[in-house]
């Protein structure tokens, strides 16, 4: 089992930066592909960036050129810098882990997610 906990959401201004955080434990996962996906109010869960073992990195293109993730592997973690914030970025994002090494973009390929944190961008 891992566990996986979330932090760095907030409310920011439209044009403005938040860095989310994940912290891994439970098990490493240095070997393991990990994800982001958001999912606001109505809408399905939707994938937003993905980073293998090697740091191999694929983007939506929504949050393509905007958004950054990056792993840790040493302090176990993910993180996913986001820039240029739009209101269309409203969400709440979740943090998840693949149980092998695949870069998926699909949500239900992920095996272990954390509880999300809530990202709030104001017009």
């Known amino acids: 089992q891992v566990t996986l906990r979330e932090s760095g959401g907030g409310l920011v201004q439209a044009g403005g930066s938040l860095r989310l955080s994940c912290a891994a434990s439970g098990r490493t996962f240095s070997s393991v592909a990990m994800g982001w996906f958001r999912q606001a109010p109505g809408k399905e869960r939707e994938f937003v960036a993905a980073v293998t073992s090697d740091r191999l990195t694929r983007y939506a293109d929504s949050v393509k050129g905007r958004f950054t993730i990056s792993r840790d592997n040493a302090k176990n973690t993910v993180l996913l810098q986001m820039n240029r914030l739009k209101p269309e970025d409203t969400a709440v994002y979740y943090c998840?882990?693949?149980?092998?090494?695949?870069?998926?973009?699909?949500?239900?390929?992920?095996?272990?997610w954390g509880q999300g944190t809530q990202v709030t961008v104001s017009s």
């Open positions: 998840a882990a693949d149980g092998g090494n695949r870069n998926t973009v699909i949500a239900t390929m992920y095996a272990y």
